[in-house]
């Protein structure tokens, strides 16, 4: 198994060593990307990468190498790995300052860190045709929440109380407004009108939710970007969630309330075939 460090790959076994002052340990200073790849070939790389360079941005980051250029070690690890069906994980930190200290400045000197790794999950396309239950948590986040931070205390939290629930989902809101999932974003579908969150500050927007929005615009489904509350997200015909390592994932309870008829909803039947069908 390879890994990416810096611009090269080495052996799994090599990088056990990055260093305890990396700000990445010290302050979650760094961000992040998950790419699927299916059939060995990636899907959407330059989306993902052209917000991993903004997100980097955001937090005044500097990344050390073009796009195409880690275009070409993502292609390389790939192959290294054999990878048909699974993940990526690209990883980049401001590197190593010693002693810690808060002011990244005199940081920007040292080198930021790209690693990158591979993980052979693929999609679990049985699971997608049953509804899961979810959980409505306080999204208790900073207001940044459209860089994809390493900082994810929040999220895994959230994440770790829907399990203790028996939910697969933690659906964040702030007062009555729904934001998004721990690791996805939340549709509703009323009316056969599909309604999410507007890409803004407080939710991040997801490679697959701009998939589904492009295929929603092309093929006339009615889609709306705009807030919406937890009333109508309980009062909701379907909800589902998306992301990176999910597609698309119809939820049929939260909180113990039945969402609809507590069936994966025609709508989400239909925009996970859109999906599916924009990846093959
Ligand atoms: N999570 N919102 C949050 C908070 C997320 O963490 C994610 C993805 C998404 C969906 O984004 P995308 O469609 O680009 O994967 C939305 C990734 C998969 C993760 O942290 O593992």
Redesign the pocket.
């Given at each position: 198994m390879k890994v990416l460090y810096k611009n090269q790959l080495i052996d799994r076994e090599q990088a056990q060593v990055i260093d305890i002052e990396d700000r990445g340990y010290q302050f979650g200073d760094g961000v992040?990307?998950?790419i699927r790849v299916y059939n060995g070939h990636t899907f959407t790389l330059k989306?993902?990468l052209t917000?991993l360079f903004e997100s980097a941005k955001k937090i005044k980051l500097t990344i050390p190498y073009k796009k195409k250029e880690i275009t070409a070690l993502v292609f390389q690890l790939i192959q290294a790995n054999q990878l048909t069906e699974g993940?990526v994980?690209l990883q980049i930190t401001r590197g190593n300052q010693s002693p810690r200290q808060h002011d990244f400045h005199l940081s920007q000197q040292s080198e930021s860190i790209l690693t990158g790794s591979t993980n052979p999950k693929a999609v679990n396309r049985a699971q997608l045709q049953q509804g899961v239950k979810a959980t409505l948590i306080p999204d208790t986040r900073w207001l940044h929440?459209d860089i994809?931070s390493l900082n994810?205390l929040v999220?895994l939290l959230a994440n770790a109380q829907a399990h203790e629930q028996g939910a697969t989902e933690g659906i964040f809101h702030r007062d009555e407004i729904v934001t998004?999932?721990?690791?996805?974003?939340v549709f509703i579908v009323k009316n056969k009108q599909v309604i999410t969150h507007p890409a803004n500050h407080l939710?991040?927007?997801?490679?697959?939710?701009?998939?589904i929005l492009a295929q929603c615009a092309a093929t006339g489904i009615q889609l709306e970007e705009r807030e919406f509350t937890r009333k109508e997200l309980l009062e909701a015909d379907e909800v589902f969630f998306?992301?990176?390592?999910t597609e698309g994932q119809g939820i049929t309870e939260i909180d113990g309330q039945i969402i609809g008829d507590g069936q994966v909803g025609p709508l989400t039947k239909q925009i996970q075939q859109l999906v599916f069908q924009e990846i093959n």
């Open positions: 992040y990307e998950v989306e993902h917000r993940t994980y929440c994809k994810l999220n998004e999932g721990s690791h996805s974003n939710i991040l927007n997801g490679i697959t939710r701009q998939v998306t992301s990176t390592s």
